[in-house]
């Protein structure tokens, strides 16, 4: 349903193209790792991968679950919570390995947030957390690197600013462009899987933003918890 959704709704807030390396495989039981810039980007990722004939489940942060209606269709489908700073957060992984066991791809955002920047220029990745690679450490599973660009275009900053971007992007059709990597698969060391990911995702992300047109500039350091 909400593949559905997301591939009805994103084309009405601009043109979303969709591209992919020559010898990508979206094969059942990967790990899809993609950059976190937006509220709206799980939409722009899930009505491309829609495209390409894949539905995943995401790993989300909780809050969503107590949403009326949103929180029953993300129960209902499978999708993965995130206990954020509780000790339910190894729920997750626990969840993400049981639904890569079953065949299907696990979306997860290697950034664990939203960056805390208030303007709408693109950037790239931020400094990635450890679940990516401990999840890929459990499982096996290979990981297929995904960089989008063009969704802080649609809408970013404050609530009002994106709510105001979201009103008025069927207007301006900012657009968004989605790249998908060659599938790889990581090491066992954390530390240097979490930097391969991120590589990855980042090369990605490059591609989609040069599809745009728009400057492909290092995201700001900020510190994060593993």
């Known amino acids: 349903m909400l593949s559905t959704l997301a591939a009805a709704v ?8 969709v591209t992919t390396d020559a010898d990508v495989e979206l094969a059942p039981g990967s790990i899809i790792a993609a950059n976190h810039t937006s509220l709206v980007d799980p939409a722009i990722v899930f009505a491309a991968l829609r495209s390409l ?9 909780a809050g969503l679950w107590r949403i009326p209606v949103l929180g029953r269709y993300l129960e209902r489908e499978g999708h993965v919570p995130v206990h954020r700073h509780t000790i339910r957060a190894a729920e997750a992984l626990e969840g993400a390995a049981a639904a890569l066991a079953a065949g299907r791809l696990v979306l997860i955002y290697g950034e664990g947030g939203l960056p805390p920047r208030k303007d709408a220029s693109e950037a790239g990745p931020g400094p990635f957390r450890r679940g990516l690679a401990r999840l890929a450490s459990t499982t096996g599973a290979p990981v297929i690197p ?9 809408s970013s900053g404050g609530r009002t600013k994106q709510l105001a971007g979201l009103l008025t992007a069927g207007v301006r ?9 060659t599938p790889f698969r990581l090491s066992d060391d954390a530390a240097a899987a979490t930097a391969r990911a991120h590589q990855a995702v980042t090369a990605a992300w ?21």
Do not use: D, N, W, Y
Request: no cysteine; glycine share 12%; aromatic share 2%.
């Open 10 to 17: 994103v084309p009405r807030f601009g043109p979303l193209t």
């Open 53 to 61: 004939g894949v539905t995943p489940v995401v790993m989300a942060t």
């Open 146 to 154: 995904l960089g989008h660009a063009g969704a802080r275009r649609i």
């Open 173 to 181: 059709r900012p657009g968004a462009h989605v790249h998908v990597g």
């Open 206 to 226: 490059k591609t989609a933003a040069e599809r745009l047109g728009l400057p492909s500039a290092p995201a700001p350091l900020r510190r994060t918890q593993a």
